[in-house]
């Protein structure tokens, strides 16, 4: 190019001085007008240099471009026929209609339908285009579909080295399907970049998107020598957590570390994983500044969770709170899956002051795609126990219902008679009550369907008296007593 311009300008001087000699010995041209004119001269010669991948073969170009993506940044790309050429806002191919393609045994598959997939390149030598150089590639308005098995595939992506040149993915979006293709998830992506950095010798990913429309950030890094080495951090101001994870791989073993930081909790997890087995327990971790210790086993596929918890000198009633997160996974359904296995408990122990229960064991379980908390067991020490038994968990009809046999178990009826204030004349002895209910978390309703005192069956005075307690909105510790106290005095005994 510099000797280009050189000729150039030295073809620009011989024809000025031969207009000179023949029209005005006085004509004299000025440096800045010779800069000028050398500039102008030169600016359309780099465009017209620009334009020469105009003149690349059609077919060549995208079985070209098809080999290089798949050698340099590992993508089987399917290309349209339809590409274009572009030097604004830099020389790049623009391709319309591609497709990301997948080995699934002896076929292909589609993982991504794009819409604009931009190739830049580098701008070295245009006139061998056997020496076309990719800078960087752009995907926009692409949609990826990814089933539960396609997961193996990005982690084994994410093992290998990643191309030095940026991969960059915007206005997108990420459908996570079960294997009957229903759409579990939609993950929003606004942009995202991954690329090698061959200073750090570390892969990195970073992502900005959306999900159940809630903003989030993610970012991770890798890197695959005698060891293999993996970060990654998730931030979601709007629901203020912050999840990280760190692991280290040698001889087939996984060593990692876990923090998740939510509101004024902290949950921190050690963890080692050989072959599809995950054993980890917890690490200094607190809920709601409460000490908790856990530790359990997870197995992936199939996926089988089992799990203890300890909480010591934990607000018991809080148990009785249920987060809208929860709710909001168990209605996506996602929970009532035959190939998911949970047995979990929770056991809390608490001495404070103005709590009902001294201890409590919740337990919850998923097996063959129904939840029940069977022998799950709140215990005052005083008076007695409240054991779940015969439950089940389920949504229909925009409906999440919670039905459960109740055992009330009565170990010292006086004492409970002095918890609720009861008058002398209505005290008798009871030593069970067996309660059979539904409860409408969404609507916060609960319906009696069956009530037993001492095995046997209560009048229709008492169930008129005990459907005061249907709205759970209206109901306290005070209007609760007072009902209860009702039931007492109208039961027979």
């Known amino acids: 190019m510099k000797q280009i311009i050189r000729n150039f300008n030295n073809l620009i001087e011989r024809t000025i001085l031969k207009v000179q000699n023949k029209t005005n010995n006085n004509f004299n041209i000025s440096v800045f007008n010779k800069y000028l004119i050398t500039f102008i001269a030169s600016l359309f010669i780099y465009l ?40 604004l806002p830099a ?30 390149l580098s701008h070295t030598n245009f006139f061998d285009k056997e020496k076309m150089n990719i800078k960087k590639i752009v995907i ?28 960059t993915i915007n206005n997108s979006n990420i459908f996570f399907k079960d294997n009957l293709e229903e759409i579990i998830s939609i993950i929003k992506v606004n942009k995202t970049i991954l690329f090698f950095d061959d200073k750090k010798l570390l892969n990195f990913f970073k992502l900005k998107g959306e999900v159940f429309n809630l903003p989030f950030t993610f970012d991770f890094n890798s890197s695959n020598n005698s060891t293999t080495y993996k970060e990654f951090y998730f931030k979601s101001k709007k629901l203020k957590l912050d999840i990280s994870n760190k692991t280290t791989t040698e001889n087939k073993i996984t060593y990692g570390k876990n923090n998740i930081t939510f509101l004024q909790s902290t949950i921190n997890t ?15 971790s607190r809920l709601d500044n409460i000490q908790v210790n856990y530790k359990g086993e997870l197995s992936i596929n199939p996926f089988d969770l ?39 408990s929770i056991i809390a122990n608490s001495n404070l002051k103005n709590e009902v229960f001294d201890s409590a064991k919740i337990n919850f379980y998923i097996i063959g795609g129904k939840i029940h908390f069977d022998k799950t067991k709140f215990i005052n020490n005083n008076i007695g126990s409240l054991q ?35 008058s002398k004349s209505s005290r008798k002895d009871i030593k069970t009550i067996l309660i059979n209910l539904d ?10 369907n069956n009530i037993k005192i001492d095995n046997k069956e209560v009048s229709s005075q008492l169930l008129t008296i005990i459907e005061d307690f249907t709205d759970i909105n209206q109901n306290n510790f005070n209007k609760s007593r007072r009902l209860l106290n009702e039931l007492l005095e109208a039961y027979e005994g």
Do not use: C, M
């Not at 949609?143 to 991969?167: A, H, M, P, Q």
């Not at 009330?408 to 609720?420: E, H, M």
């Open 140 to 167: 926009s308005n692409a949609n990826f579909s990814l089933l539960r098995g396609d997961i193996k595939l990005l982690n084994e992506y994410t093992s290998k080295k990643f191309s030095n040149k940026k991969v």
């Open 270 to 284: 050690k963890y080692n994983t050989k072959k599809k087995l995950i054993i980890f327990e917890s690490l200094n």
């Open 306 to 344: 089992s799990l203890n918890i300890n909480l010591d000198n934990y607000k018991i009633s809080k148990l009785f709170d249920i987060n809208p997160l929860l709710i909001e996974l168990i209605q996506s359904g996602l929970l009532f899956n035959e190939n998911i296995s949970v047995s979990t």
């Open 439 to 448: 409860y409408d978390f969404l609507a916060n309703q609960v319906r009696f």
């Open 48 to 87: 017209f240099y620009l334009l020469i991948p105009l003149l690349y073969d059609k077919t060549w170009l995208q079985a070209n471009i098809e080999s290089k993506l798949l050698n340099e940044f590992k993508v089987n790309l399917s290309t349209s026929a339809d590409i274009s050429y572009r030097i």
């Open 91 to 120: 020389p790049h191919f623009l391709i319309k209609d591609s497709k990301i393609l997948v080995a699934e045994g002896e076929k292909t598959k589609s993982i991504a339908e794009i819409k604009d997939f931009q190739i830049f």
């Open 388 to 422: 779940f038994n015969n439950s089940n968990l389920f949504y229909e009809n925009n409906e999440l219902t919670f039905n459960s046999n109740i055992l009330i178990d009565i170990q010292n009826s006086q004492k409970l008679f002095s918890f609720l204030n009861t």
